[in-house]
């Protein structure tokens, strides 16, 4: 009877701490967001008083309106489908070959240990310093952009793989193998979970590593995308459509995060404390 | 037949000598304990046993362990007839209660439905019922315990090995899981190896207590318990033949305890 008390404890008490998270805040951040348009709208003429032309800071309305006109135009709906397009096929890539790669050099150790200097320096290489050389390789279209990103992202998700599997706790390997288990059961019910957590940290910032790395090879070079589109306003001054596909790409790069971070919320609820 | 461990040594390729000659015998359907200073090489004991430490490039060892005459070197010679508590809690974190507990049973085959039963059953002994669905950071010290106890419980193994499995608990919950533990071997009857640092633990729950020396570790003394099963591990300490018993492996270890402090003390000249 005890028991079956404190379970409900227990589960009352988690519910009571997601609702919070959900609810309790919500208000909060709206007004966040209300006071901080505010601001900007009251620097930009909302008092009547504008010490800067719209060409330098535009106003909340004016970025709305230009926003609305690229909408129209159908363009937008272009441009955000070419940017996420590269950005997540370079990401598809990079974890596929970051994670093969990060796992196959943790297991084979002496390649490992002599790859990873190597890979560290190219970890450290600032990675959009490439771009105009893959353009020269692979032209204006989508493949620049789509390695542009990959070669962004691999390395860290390599070195978050690599390091994962090297982690792996050997009390709960040696658990396993005395229940009798095989390797094949330490790899699906240690190794797998225990790299993935580490995967899902490196996937985060990847995500947003993906869309720079696209919207960089757009300003270099291109003939779509977000980036491309910013590079042709600013170079008619058109302010309010540089700051409308600045508030686009917040919202995606947001949305993106945003949604990541609750699938591995999900998935990774098993841990003490649920990562934000 | 049973568990023998045959003239054993064992030391690290550091020098550092942990296991000296160790000999040691224990009969199918006998509870022993072991008992001695801390870093006499009690867990590493263990681990030899288990299989664990033949792979590791880093020791050097002699002298052979069996298991009913078939000779143990790696984890898998067992032949999932082989149990270990460890002292640390080695649940998968990302696994529930349930599946934990069932793991053993899924290695082994077993259909879902009857794992289930199994699990239900186990459960409700060590009164864990209702907790099944909840992953181990929601449970406290003692129950994830008890969660690894059904762990290696689940499957029966022939032969389990303890390593101070209630180390890490409170004193209150540590006499509960003493007795249930004690009242589940009278039923059960498997072999056990049963390591602690707690003489009046080692007494109540065995059979028998092996007192290992300092490091390195040898065997310095096998004593009997006088006591049958069932046996109540809390009122067992107010009897006379417990304290007679209690004070003569008390002074042994007292012994080894003080060869220890001069050999450190002259270490400590030395350098």
Known sequence: MAAVESKGLVVGRLRALRGVRVQGNVGLRVLA????????EAGTGGLGWRPLPPALLPSPGETWESLVQYARSGLLAVDVTRTLTQAFLGLVLG???GTALGVGLAYARRLGDALEPLLAALNSLPRVAVAPLLIIWFGLGITSKVLLAFFTVVFVIFMNTYAGVRSVDPDLVRAVQVLGGEGRHVARWVVLPWVASWVFAALRTSISLALAATVTGEFVGSTHGLGYRMVLATGVLDTPRVFAILLVLMTVGYAVVEGARRVEAYLLRWRPEVAM | MGLRVERLSLRYASGVEVLQDVSLEVARGEFVSVVGPSGCGKSTLLNVVAGLVDR???VERSGRVTWNGREIRTAADWAGELGYVFQRDTLLPWFTLQQNVELGLRIRGVARDRREERVRELVRMVGLEGFEHVFPHQLSGGMRQRAQLLRTLAYEPQVILMDEPFGALDAHTRLGL???VTEMWTQ???TVLFVTHDLTEAIVMAQRVVLLSHRPGRVVEVYEVPFGYPRDPIELQGKRE???LYAE?????ARE??????EREAEGVGA
Request: glycine content about 12%; charged content about 20%; aromatic content about 12%.
């Open chain 2, 257 to 262: 305890f003080r060869a220890q402090d001069a």
């Open chain 2, 178 to 180: 003493q007795r249930e």
């Open chain 2, 56 to 58: 590791r490039l880093d």
């Open chain 2, 242 to 244: 417990f304290g007679l």
């Open chain 2, 188 to 190: 059960l009857r498997n």
């Open chain 1, 95 to 97: 974890m596929g070959v």
């Open chain 1, 33 to 40: 967001v209300v006071v901080a348009v505010g601001v900007w």
């Open chain 2, 249 to 253: 492996i008390w002074q042994g270890l």
